[in-house]
């Protein structure tokens, strides 16, 4: 907050001449006096991604409750195929935690129930579409139900992925603050 009323407010002038030149010519560059304070460091940008990559990966997967839900109704959106849904890396947040998700999190109690919870709702959607399909809708209404579970519970472990980043962070784990290293790196 302190950047923005930096930024955007007006500057103590001593002589207008060297204000002038000190000035940029459009809003596209920052005066070099504020520039570090646009940099974020290594691990920051590295826990941001992440951060960032489970809001979406949420999203990502809340969409699947609807697709299985008009599969039970009748409507099969053909590519909701039994063995593409069984392996758990088809969909973005199974891929994503075989892959980056690991490297990041793969440290973290959570990740592993995550991993588990994933591989049984992959494998719980696959059996509701075959169950449609042999036309067992009241097996597959109970599936539904399970897959829900499974669904709110993934969620929830991603948040608490999610909080469990930023307390690694906060509690000056790995990463520290940016203030920190550039105080360190000062005294080097």
């Not at 969409?63 to 053909?78: F, I, K, S, T, Y």
């Not at 969909?91 to 994933?118: C, F, I, Q």
């Not at 399970?146 to 784990?173: D, N």
């Amino acid at each position: 907050m302190d950047f923005l009323k930096r930024l955007f407010s007006p500057a103590p002038v001593a002589d207008k001449r060297s204000a002038k030149n000190e000035q940029p010519e459009d809003w596209s560059t920052v005066p070099s006096l504020q520039a570090s304070e646009l940099v974020a460091f290594g691990d920051e940008v590295s826990r941001l991604s992440v951060e960032f990559d489970i809001e979406a990966l949420i999203v990502s997967h809340e969409r699947w409750l609807p697709w299985l839900w008009q599969a039970l109704e009748g409507n099969v959106d053909e590519q909701l195929r039994p063995d593409v849904i069984r392996e758990e890396r088809s969909s973005e947040l199974g891929a994503w935690l075989h892959d980056a998700g690991g490297k990041a999190l793969g440290h973290l109690p959570t990740y592993s129930m995550l991993l588990v919870r994933n591989r049984y709702f992959h494998l719980k959607a696959a059996e509701l579409i075959t169950q449609v399909e042999q036309e067992e809708f009241t097996r597959a209404d109970q599936t539904f139900k399970q897959c829900q579970h499974a669904s709110r519970q993934m969620v929830l472990l991603l948040k608490e992925l999610k909080r469990g980043l930023v307390k690694t962070t906060s509690r000056g784990g790995s990463s520290g603050s940016p203030s920190k290293k550039l105080e360190a790196a000062a005294r080097s």
